[in-house]
């Protein structure tokens, strides 16, 4: 009996590198992004020379290509710091895995004294030996992705930035990433005063960069003629239309892919994109909520759960509007899940700010009340279904 492995690795692919469409792969070249590339460079070149960059924010969607970017940037720092035996040092720090200043600084160190274990060391201390290691002239530039995860942000930023008083020879700067433009606003202004930093915003692809960032990948993940050029048009063309990320067009044409080696065409249409449609929304869904701030999750999740509760609105003349929800009593359920969490409880101000991206990332449709209701609100109704979105949500903020 033949291996089951080896039976489906001779199975003929229309993948040449599987890798090379995954949303994980980092290329080689990043078009449509050369400015920011260029800026981020002239930011951080003072540290080749001894004296320490700005801080920096890095706001825009998710898929927007800051990460990416910023990876690419590092790369040739660390590699002409190697060469001409420098003292700028980067290192990356995944916000969502390590959510505090405690877990951000232990992790900030191992890099830097890779065969010590500070776990149980108090933060003043740990955060001493970051200094320590600064003093010998090293510029380290701190790479915190999804910063606004960090639970205890305004004390990280604060500490981090006033370090740099105490230390004579060397230097920590910050590059924070997020997805959300106003999380900056939330900070202490003692804080924000400590920051001196520059910002810069990612815009959305449109359909024709997709377009062309999709056909750079299709010469290196498949085979040569197994993809049409309607394919690619129909998924830059649905990832525009829906976030103008990078990442949905990359995925859709990977699980399109999947769905044609599976048939008997061995070739991907539109009719596989449309396919793969069906299936990348629930890891679009995801992947959008999942890099939301844990205050905009809530709300998600206030409007989740009373759509799955209430049958919609009444209007006067006796009609029922199906899943729609007054702005109201959102915000008052809302409310409720914030202090069962034990969470802060933001203002009515910050909400609406919340309500509005939420509904540019297209999870929730809005509308001013008009004829049969009473008074002058705004209608919020779900753009996905309320068991889905809680589902997700229930992962995310029990973790």
């Known amino acids: 009996m033949a291996n089951l ?3 489906e690795l001779q199975k003929e692919s229309i993948f040449k590198d599987r890798d ?7 290329p080689k070249e990043l078009p449509f992004r050369e400015k920011q590339i260029s800026e981020i460079t002239k930011i951080l070149a003072p540290s080749l020379k001894g004296k ?3 801080n920096l924010f890095l706001y825009g969607k998710v898929g927007t290509g800051k990460t990416t970017v910023t990876f690419h940037v590092m790369k040739d720092l660390e590699e002409f710091t190697q060469k001409n035996q420098g003292k700028a040092v980067c290192n990356y720090i995944n916000c969502r895995n390590h959510n505090s200043k405690y877990k951000v600084l232990i992790k900030a160190v191992k890099k830097f004294f890779p065969e ?11 955060q001493e030996k970051l200094m320590d290691y600064c003093s010998k002239e090293n510029q380290v530039i701190l790479i915190l992705d999804e910063i606004d995860k960090v639970k205890d942000l305004d004390e990280l930023i604060y500490s981090l930035s006033r370090s740099n008083d105490e230390i004579e020879k060397g230097s920590i700067s910050i590059i924070g990433i997020s997805n959300n433009l106003m999380f900056k606003e939330k900070l202490d202004p003692r804080t924000k005063s400590s920051l001196c930093e520059k910002e810069m915003i990612f815009p959305p692809y449109n359909a024709e960069e997709l377009r062309a960032i999709l056909n750079s990948r299709v010469k290196l993940a498949f085979i040569s003629g197994s993809v049409s050029d309607s394919a690619v048009n129909l998924a830059a063309a649905i990832a525009a239309q829906e976030s103008g990320d990078a990442r949905t067009a990359v995925m859709l044409l990977m699980r399109a892919g999947e769905i044609a080696e599976n048939s008997a065409s061995k070739k991907i249409t539109d009719l596989e994109v449309q396919k793969a449609k069906k299936k990348v929304e629930e890891d679009i869904i995801f992947n959008m909520i999942s890099t939301l701030p844990e205050q905009q999750q809530l709300v998600l999740k206030a409007i989740a759960l009373l759509s799955m509760s209430t049958k919609g609105i009444k209007k006067i003349t006796g009609q029922e509007e199906q899943g729609v929800l007054y702005s109201g009593e959102i915000y008052e359920k809302y409310k409720q899940l914030a202090l069962s969490l034990k969470e802060s409880v933001v203002s009515s101000r910050w909400y609406r700010q919340y309500i509005n991206e939420l509904e540019m990332y297209g999870l929730i449709l ?3 009340s008009g004829p049969g209701i009473k008074g002058q609100t705004k209608l919020i109704k779900l753009g996905f279904p309320p ?5 997700i949500l229930e992962n995310q903020l029990n973790k």
């Open 5 to 7: 492995f080896e039976k």
């Open 20 to 26: 090379a469409i995954s949303q994980h792969y980092f």
């Open 52 to 54: 320490k960059p700005d």
């Open 116 to 126: 010590k274990n500070f776990i149980g060391y108090s933060a003043g201390f740990i």
């Open 366 to 368: 809005t509308s001013a």
């Open 387 to 391: 068991e889905k979105i809680n589902s």
